[in-house]
């Protein structure tokens, strides 16, 4: 089964940066959509930034000139750069791929187990 894994959460103070890392284990043959989503306590899942195959991006509008996303398809990985953090910008973020295993037809949805990032003052 394909994994996940998702580096880089922490605290940091207002202002300050933090990026986020995710690696899908191997056994992928396909890679499409990435995205970095976010979820508070209590709160649905809100997709934060996602980027395609032909790096074609997109951000919520809180974080658009904040954050970065980009992707290296040969390390399987996707990044997010997090620059002038606020409070607000503290919940847990998720991974997301739309990948393909080996030997399989079909395109699956998968997730990590998600990265705490606090912003404290």
């Known amino acids: 089964q394909v994994q996940l894994v998702e580096t880089g959460g922490g605290s940091v103070q207002p202002g300050e940066s933090l990026t986020l890392s995710c690696t899908a284990s191997?056994?992928?043959?396909?890679?499409?959509?990435m995205a970095w989503y976010r979820q508070a306590p209590g709160k649905q899942r809100e997709l934060v930034a996602s980027i395609t195959y032909g790096a074609v991006k997109k951000y919520t509008n809180t974080v658009k000139s904040r954050f970065t996303i980009s992707r290296e398809d040969v390390k399987r990985t996707v990044w997010l750069q997090m620059n002038s953090l606020k409070p607000e910008d503290t919940v847990v973020y998720y991974c997301?791929?739309?990948?393909?295993?080996?030997?399989?037809?079909?395109?699956?949805?998968?997730w990590g187990q998600g990265t705490q990032v606090t912003v404290w003052s």
């Open positions: 997301n791929a739309d990948h393909q295993p080996v030997n399989s037809d079909v395109y699956s949805d998968g």
């Open positions: 191997e056994g992928i043959s396909g890679i499409d959509n």
